[in-house]
Antibody, heavy 119, light 112 residues
């Protein structure tokens, strides 16, 4: 069965960077895009971007351009999302999600990683 | 970017009754190559990640009960829960994936 297991919660100071990992299993890692979506406390879902693990191609929401980097390591079936220049507005649960092939909906989701930005 | 607007923000429905959630996109999400609408619906329960219910506007994901149905085309879409069950209490989101994905603001469904 498809599983996406994310790294643990993080506490960061403003201005720092955070990297969240997502270990995939139960499917061919290179066969499906990986998406990243975040959810601030009590708020809705916000799509951040996707990576094609097969090619390394990425697409980021304009809001995060220049501040986010998504990567994939096919040797360990893991995707990473690094967000830099953190502010308190980046406090959120970050989800990885697997698409279906190159379609841009999210069929399977990780459990989420809480990132707290606080001085 | 395509803006997704859901209504209502919340609704309370009696057990066994119908719940209807609306979603409107700022431009058509009909994909001409396959004549399908790039619209999905997700359910999110407290403390859990979202769960895909519907894609292509009306195709139920495997394992999703048939009381959930999606309809609509172009810019106007609806998620219907035909007979609300206690386990359906959740927040529901629509998402367009025609181009850069975007979500609606969510609709909270509660028991009346």
């Amino acid at each position: 069965q498809v599983q996406l297991v994310q790294s643990g919660a993080e506490v960061k100071k403003p201005g720092a960077s955070v990297k969240v990992s997502c270990k995939a299993s139960g499917y061919t890692f290179t066969g499906h895009y990986m998406h990243w979506v975040r959810q601030a406390p009590g708020q809705g879902l916000e799509w951040m971007g996707w990576i094609n693990p097969n090619s390394g191609d990425t697409s980021y929401a304009q809001k995060f351009q220049g501040r986010v980097i998504m990567t994939g390591d096919t040797s360990i079936n893991t995707g990473d999302m690094e967000l830099s220049r953190l502010t308190s507005d980046d406090t959120a649960v970050y989800y990885c999600a697997r698409g279906y092939s190159d379609l841009l909906y999210s069929q399977h989701w990780g459990q989420g990683t809480l990132v707290t930005v606080s001085s | 970017d395509i803006v997704m607007t859901q209504s209502p923000d919340s609704l309370a429905v009696s057990l066994g009754e119908r719940a209807t959630i609306n979603c409107k996109s700022s431009q058509s999400v009909l994909y001409s190559s396959n004549n399908k609408n790039c619209l999905g619906w997700y359910q999110q329960k407290p403390g859990q990640p979202p769960k895909l219910l519907i894609y292509w506007a009306s195709t139920r994901e495997s394992g999703v009960p048939d009381r959930f149905s999606g309809s609509g085309s172009g810019t106007d879409f609806t998620l219907t829960i035909s007979s609300l069950q206690a386990e359906d209490v959740a927040v529901y989101y629509c998402q367009q994936y025609y181009n850069t994905p975007s979500f609606g603001g969510g609709t909270k469904v509660e028991i009346k």
